[in-house]
């Protein structure tokens, strides 16, 4: 009786928003995971003796003290564990699953890959596994 009371116009918009919203969502789990570099088997990654040195080198001058794009700050544990204004970009013990190791990997849509193409070299496949290393043993 509902779907009756509702006219073809507005059915037609609410089947084409949900189309719409289930395609987004499809879109932001299209990375294929297999494409990663492999986590480093190095031991007692931190943030602070492994990741902040890597950060520095390549993140902090636009997700840093000074400039924080997408209000995301790479510059402390905290910082980096927050996320910014689209989440978080880790999750600790998931590295396949943190956008932060999909984006520093260039996967997915490229206006997402970290550093951006014309802003500098993206890491090595080194850095990337000690970072997928660091967040597999809970990002501490």
Not at 14 to 41: H, M, Q, R
């Amino acid at each position: 009786m509902f779907m009756k009371s509702i006219s073809l116009k507005l059915r037609i918009a609410i089947t084409l928003a949900i189309s719409i919203l289930a395609a987004a969502a499809a879109d932001k789990k299209s990375i294929d995971v297999s494409k990663l570099p492999p986590s480093s088997s190095a031991k007692d990654v931190t943030y602070e003796k492994d990741i902040k040195p890597i950060f520095q080198k390549t993140c902090f001058k636009c997700h840093g003290a000074e400039k924080q794009k997408g209000k995301l700050r790479l510059d402390s544990l905290a910082a980096t564990l927050k996320g910014g204004e689209d989440g978080k970009v880790v999750e600790p013990g998931e590295s396949a699953k943190s956008v932060l190791v999909h984006n520093v990997s260039r996967l997915g849509d490229e206006d997402d890959w970290m550093p951006p193409v014309d802003k500098g070299d993206p890491l090595s496949k080194d850095q990337i596994g000690l970072i997928r290393a660091w967040i597999d043993q809970g990002a501490k």
